[in-house]
């Protein structure tokens, strides 16, 4: 049993990695997202199921049968629209071209914070993106992982290209806060074109769970 404190979400994040505890009771207003894919452990909130790779909101309230979660702790506690907390952000996290150096996301306004391991198996970062910023349509990844994502703030979407071309779209999920979109890949780990393309200025989470 465990509770690990995070800080890969700083400056506007603290967040807490929690692994088969029976029961952790979520004060502040935060997110939770239930982690437990390898073992589809179910999260229960008042009796009622939080699958695995699924996410929600609470407040005030116990979660029980917990075998791997990521509570994001008081998830609203800053303004992104504030000027200084997006200084704060674009001063500590790395560009998405600083990140990739692929000549196509040079000043894009796409921001990533460190990543970090937990759980021995799944790697966690966050990203800031101002509106209207599309991540690139790629289906390939650095490694051989099982992939979902999490709105955090702000509201974007998940498309999905026949091609490497944006006019070949051919659906979406439109992502709000404490939403995990349904599994891209398919039991071989092979994925579509896709991207995530932010609406409004927004906070996402892609979620690298090792194959």
């Not at 650095?142 to 290209?161: L, T």
Request: with cysteine; proline share 6%.
């Amino acid at each position: 049993m465990s509770v690990q404190k995070l800080d890969f979400g700083q400056p506007l994040f603290e967040m807490e990695y929690v692994e088969n505890e029976e029961k952790y009771f979520v004060k502040p207003k935060s997110m939770v997202i239930n982690l437990a894919e390898r073992s589809q452990t179910i999260i229960y909130i008042k009796g009622i199921p939080l699958l695995p790779l699924k996410g929600t909101i609470v407040e005030g309230v116990w979660l029980e049968n917990i075998g791997r979660a990521l509570i994001v702790l008081d998830y609203e506690k800053y303004d992104i629209d504030d000027p200084e907390v997006i200084a704060r952000i674009k001063g500590s996290w790395k560009s998405l071209y600083e990140c990739s150096g692929i000549e196509r996301h040079k000043g894009i306004p796409y921001f990533k914070s460190p990543k970090v391991r937990v759980g021995g198996d799944t790697e966690l970062n966050v990203c800031f993106t101002e509106p209207m910023a599309p991540s690139g349509p790629h289906r390939d990844h650095d490694r051989n992982f099982d992939e979902v994502h999490a709105q955090i703030r702000g509201f974007g979407k998940m498309q999905k290209f026949e091609t490497n071309d944006t006019s070949t779209f051919y659906q979406e999920y439109i992502m709000a806060p404490g939403i995990v979109h349904d599994k891209f890949y398919n039991e071989k780990g092979e994925y579509p074109w896709h991207q995530y393309h932010s609406i409004t200025r927004a906070v996402y989470m892609p979620i690298e769970i090792d194959r």
